[in-house]
Structures are given as C-alpha cells and as structure tokens.
C-alpha cells in the first residue's frame, strides 16, 4: 500500500520532446577552439612619459606608459581621452583631442564632466 | 514545453491513477535542463534520435535537432552560433577546414563597426593602439571612425554595395598583443587588415595572417619588416612614405635649400644636424651613409675637419630636453632635422629655440620631412613674424587641400556626439587610415565581380589591388562622390565568357597616390609645405615626383 501511494505521489508530467529551434538545428557535437599564440605583455616604449607630461605637451605630444602604475600612466591617460575625446566632451575638445592645447570651453567641459579622469591624469607625478 | 507525457509510473500506479487521477495531478516543472552532452541527448530515447545538446543561447541545456544539418563543423551560418556560444560569434572556416563559431569580441580586439553578424558580411580587421589601455591610444583613438567613415560612404548607396549584396563590418583590435590579435583576425576570416602602426609590430602580424593568405595595408610604417617572410609576398602593402621615400625628399631638398643659405649667409658650407629620437633609431645609420649635403654623404660631413666637421647626429634616448638642446646649440647648425615623433614642437622645440639668439635670419631651419602628424610646435613661437614663419619647412606628401578640408569636415561629422555639433579633428593617422580603407574597398569589389554572392578571399582582394590603381585608367578622387564612377569604371565588361576582362581604375588616396612598386610600396609625391600669414602649412607648387628632384615653383627656402 505504502508503495503504491508512494508512486502516485512521484507520477510527474515532464518534457521529454526535443526542442525544434527555429535557428541553427544544433547540438552538433562542439569541435575545440583554435589556441591563439600569445604575446608578452606590451613593454614600455622607451620615450614613454607620464599621463600629467602628456597633457602638458598635448596629446599628440608624447606616449603614455604602460608598466609604471597601477592604473598606469596609460590606462589613466586611456579613460581621459575616452571622456574628454569619445563621450563627454567631444564638441568642444575636438582640437585638443587633435593635439591642440586646451582652450577655455574644452577645460570647462572637462572639469564639469570629465574631473575623475582629469585629476587621476594630473595627479601623476 | 510542445508535450507532456507520463513518465514515471510503476505497473500497479498506473492503474490506480487512471481510476483515481484523470489526467496528471502533478506536474514537474519544466526541466532546468535536459543534458550536458549530445550522449545525454540520444539517451533520452528514439524521440531524441539526431538530437543535441545546445550549450549556449536561450536553448541551453535542451536537446535540439539538430538533423538538417549538413556541414562539416558545427554551425553553417551565423545564426547557428547562438546555441552554441550564445550571441556575439560568428560561423568561419578555420584552418582545419572545419566550421566554427568564433566570438568576434575578445580581450585583443573589443570593438567592431558595421553588423559582424549579418550573414555573409564580409570581416575586415583594423589593428592600432585603439584600446584605452594602448600607450598610443591617443594617437591611435580616431582610427576606428576613420575606417568607419570609409565603410559608412561606401555603403550608403545601394548602388555601391559589394557584389552579392554583402554588408561590411570592420573589427578593431589592439596591437599591443600583435600575434594574438592577428590571429584572432584570421580566425573569423577577414578580408584584409589594416595596420598596425607599429614598425616592431609588422612581421608579428604578417606571420599570423600571411600564410593564411589575408593582405595587410599600413600606412604608418616605413619599411617591410616582413620582406623576409615568404609567405607575405605580395600581400603586404607599405601605404606610408618609405625610408627611401623620405630620404630622397630629404636629399632632393637641403642642395636647394643649402644654396640659398651658403648665398644669404656668405657661407662655404652648411652644418646639419639630424636629431633622432628613440622611437625612430632605426633610422640613424641610414641618415650617416646615405643623407647627402655638400656634395657629401652625412658620414663624410662629420669627418670632414675641412667643413667643421659638418654634420651631428644627435641621439635623444636617455638625455634631457635641455641637453639634448644643448649639444645642438653647442655644434650650432643652419638645418636641423628632426626625426623625434611626438615629442619634438611640444618641448624639444622651445628647448632649441632658447639656445640660439641673435637675428632669425641667423639662426637654424627645421626640416619636418615625412614622419607622422605635421608638428605643431612653431605655435609656440612668434608665427605672426614672416622671419620666424621662414624657418619652418615641411616636405609631406602632396595633397588636394580642397579634398583634404571636404575630409576633415566629413569626418567631423562623423565623430560628432550630436547633429549640429563639431567632431573631432582627424590626425595624420586617420587619414591614412581612411584611404586605405577605401582601397581596400574597391579591391574587394573588383575582386567579387563575376561571382553572383560576390565570393573573394584574401588573395584575390589583394591581386585586385592592381586593378584598382592602374596607372592610366580613370583617376578616381578619395570620397563619396567619386564612388558611383568607380563602381561603373570598374563594372564594365567586354562580356567575354566565361572569364570577362573587367575595368580598372586608378584610385588615389587624400595623401597617397597609390604608385604601387615591386615592392608593393608607394613611391608617393613629396610637396614643399610652407607657413602662411594664418600660421597654416600650405602646399607649395614645388613637388617632387621622380624621387630625384623637386619640380614647379620656386626653388629653395619658404618665403
């Protein structure tokens, strides 16, 4: 008896049928990726400077480096171009961003939208 | 769920249910998931026969037909990919001639424009300093819209779309890890590369891609540091001035420029110096025994006692700004030449300028010749002043200022954050890159024609390269509207079958001409550019063509 209310208590409707998916008819057995060759992390270029020197001589003066910090020089001077140059300032930075100094609306633009990146870029010594 | 049948049922249950429950009483909820593997798949039953396990996508953990499948691989087009690493692969062919799908999106290439996804777009790889963490990334940043601005142009018209209505999309990679980056890019099969703007990084690049017949198409290095891969003949294409190039400008230039000198100054002689920075010491012992003033080769030049032992080359690798100035000021020349990259008119400049006093038509010349961006640094100084203005030259290759300004303002466009604002300004480097995107193009549209789905690999495109720069057929000018007449010059058939001979075309870039030699080099026009009243460079009528001496205008220093 035991047994028997036992399995009417575990009798269960589940989905047995395949899946048809409109898309790709997958499951295809997975064939192992191909290993790419690797490379050893990016030296410092040899005239590589601080993202403050950078700045300061404009942006097309010079290379920011990239094992000196952490944030390097380069990912510092990486999030200051992508604010100041890509998303935040681009209207009004455009000659900076093309190695002019700063003028008066692009430092406006920059101190309201852009001050993390700004002061960890000229905090660097 | 598309059924539900009873599963678990012992004999004597069964019966009882049919009398007690007349339909199922308790549902399992759907299954989380159905398998793992395909084995878990074709063990489920005969209703799972050919099935598989989905292992990504909104599938993932089901058994999924998988019966009309008919590649040699696991997916057959794009779409298949989903189940399998979930959105954002796409379905190439690999090496091993097996299908996969490969995430298009990695660590070494994090952007792409255009839809990569669509079927049977046709990939193209862009490799730079383009990721925020690159040392470059400030020069580097303005590339990916560059090649952007060239796809978008391209496919705006119908009428220019390639061959078997295929979409364009280009993926931007860093070239900071060159090989993995390459490699990547061969993996989802692209057409072509373009870049890196790195010398060093060239032959990593080319081992990656060469043998895997993608051509490759840099326009910021100066010699085929892959020529001594035999597997890169013919598919590495050298857009940028070449060493020699420059070198001939540079030789064809400082006689003119010395006689006017030696005549101004009541001089025998003139003294050069060449200051090398770091970045480009590959450079300096091709200046020593090949750079030619006073009838001699530079080497000559220093060791002559007879001159003043004329010629300095200054090496700037581990020296100050102000020592650096200081042995120049020491050795006092009339032409210096800089050879320093980024860094020359923003500090080493000034540097210079503060040593030397005295009248301007007394002090040195600087000789920008073809290196990177045009140099800023003279803004620094009085430009106003004409004396001031004369001491700056710049030998670049020769442009259309109408083109390049229609250029700049597209490209402004373009960048812009929002309709009615301003862009950013392209660099050198974007506009090269702009141009040889275009290329690219219109190789791969001559290299499509004849096939209905508009099919072509890599060397194809390459081999069409001859075909869309052919000296003597229709001159086609960088930008939008020049492309409808391209498409027609290069549409024309003389309806030979089956192999019909096509039109040529012969393209030329905002800065190169794309004189293809032997060498799949250019042997690019070089122009005199002179500072106006507005404190601009413009393009003088003086060009150098055959490499050998320049022609047209006035000879000698800006006036």
Sequence with gaps: ?125 | MNSKHLVYCLGASMLAAAVFVPACSLYVRDEAVQCKTDEDCSSRGPDFVETGCASAGPSKGFCIDRRSLRVNGECAANADCVDITGPGSVCTIGDDSLARCVRVVTEECPTYVGDPFIEGTALYGLLGEISPEDTGFAQDFPLLAAADLAVNEFQSDRALELNGKRRIAIIGCSESKPRTAAAHLAQLGVKAVIGPSAESRLLRVAEQLSPRGIPLFTGHVGQNAAATLPASNKLVFLTAPTRDGWLAALNAYLPEASADVKAARTLPNVRVTVVVGPELSVYAPLIRERLSFNGKTAIENQNDAACGNCFQLVETSGKTDAQIADEVGAFGPQFIVPLVDTSWGASMLPAFEARFTGPQAGRPIYIHPMVRDEDLGYRQLNWAEAAVRARFVGLWAERDEGVLASFRERYRQRTSPSEGQVGITPTTRAIRTYENMLLVLYASYAAGRGSEAGEFNGRALAAAVSDVTAAGAQTIGPGPLSMLDAILALNKSDGAMPKPTYGKIDFNGLYTQFEFGADQAVSNRVQVFCLNASGQYVGSARVLRNGQSFEGGTPGLCR
């Design chain 1, 1 to 125: 008896m035991r047994t028997f209310i036992l399995a009417i208590l575990f009798c269960a409707c589940v989905n047995d049928k395949p899946i048809v998916d409109i898309g790709r008819e997958a499951g295809t057995p997975v064939i192992p990726s191909i290993e790419l060759p690797e490379d050893l992390p990016p030296d410092d270029p040899p005239n590589c400077v601080s993202c403050s020197k950078v700045l300061q001589r404009g942006l097309r003066g010079g290379v920011a480096c990239v094992r000196n910090a952490k944030p390097s020089s380069a990912a510092k001077l990486g999030a200051y171009v992508v604010c100041a140059c890509q998303q935040q300032c681009t209207a009004v930075c455009g000659a900076h961003c093309a190695g002019a100094a700063r003028d008066t609306q692009c430092n406006e633009c920059l101190q309201s939208k852009c001050k993390a990146a700004v002061t960890a870029c000229e905090g660097e010594p």
